[in-house]
């Protein structure tokens, strides 16, 4: 099974500044998806971005964006201009397209953002 | 808001009881999954359904049961409750089959305690 290792438990960030949350994954397959989610105190699960593993262009949402190298099985999430509502728990996940759909999380990041 | 409906949101029971938490999916989503988050702690992949039937188990417990019914909505059985089975439950739904860069799209989840 594939395997997603985020190795930041906590990580924190001064008010406006730029946070990179790293993930690696281990996996044999050519194709596949990544995702982050953003969990915050509310415990509600939000999609922050998606990357295809076909695309070598990296993925940007406003203010996120993802540094995705493929060869190095690396995820990694950079939030730039850091928001108070950006605290939150980051979760990494990869979708598998060849394993039934299954989605395999990351144990998580803890974002902690100082005023 | 995910489009994803789960029921209730917070059950108190005492141990030894059975619970049902209960999921509608997105519109047009075929696969279901189950997840249980203790506090603190990551996503535990429990079951996910594809279109009624059963696609891959997770770290269920045989105390846990699942279906997804024709109208696609699932239920998750918990019985002989037992006080480390207080969590979070997330439901999530995706639209499975080829549509791989669909994301999991997660309701607000259930909170169960157990005294």
């Known amino acids: 099974a594939q395997t997603v290792t985020q190795s930041q438990p906590e990580m924190s960030v001064q008010e406006a500044e730029t946070v990179t949350l790293s993930c690696t994954y281990d996996t044999s397959e050519s194709d596949y998806y990544l995702f982050w989610y953003k969990q915050p105190p509310s415990r509600q699960m939000i999609l922050v971005i998606r990357q295809e593993a076909y695309k070598q262009q990296n993925a940007t949402e406003n203010r996120f964006s993802v540094n995705f190298q493929k060869a190095a099985k690396s995820f990694s999430l950079k939030i730039s201009d850091s928001q108070l509502g950006d605290a939150a728990m980051y979760f990494c996940?990869?979708?598998?397209?060849?394993?039934?759909?299954?989605?395999?999380f990351g144990t998580g990041t803890s974002l902690t953002v100082i005023p | 808001d995910s489009g994803v409906t789960q029921t209730p949101k917070h059950l108190i029971t005492a141990t030894g009881q059975r619970v049902t938490l209960r999921c509608s999916p997105r519109s047009g989503d075929l696969s279901v999954y189950w997840y249980q988050q203790s506090l603190d702690q990551g996503l535990q992949f429990l079951i996910q359904?594809?279109?009624?039937?059963?696609?891959a188990k997770g770290n269920i417990l045989e105390r846990f049961s699942a279906q997804q019914f024709p109208d696609l909505h699932s239920e998750l059985n918990l019985s002989s409750l037992e006080l480390g089975d207080s969590a979070l439950y997330f439901c999530a739904s995706s639209v499975g089959a080829s549509s791989y860069n669909s994301p999991l799209h997660f309701g607000n989840g259930t909170r169960l305690t157990v005294t």
């Open positions: 359904y594809y279109n009624g039937e059963e696609r």
């Open positions: 996940a990869y979708r598998s397209i060849y394993t039934g759909n299954q989605f395999y």
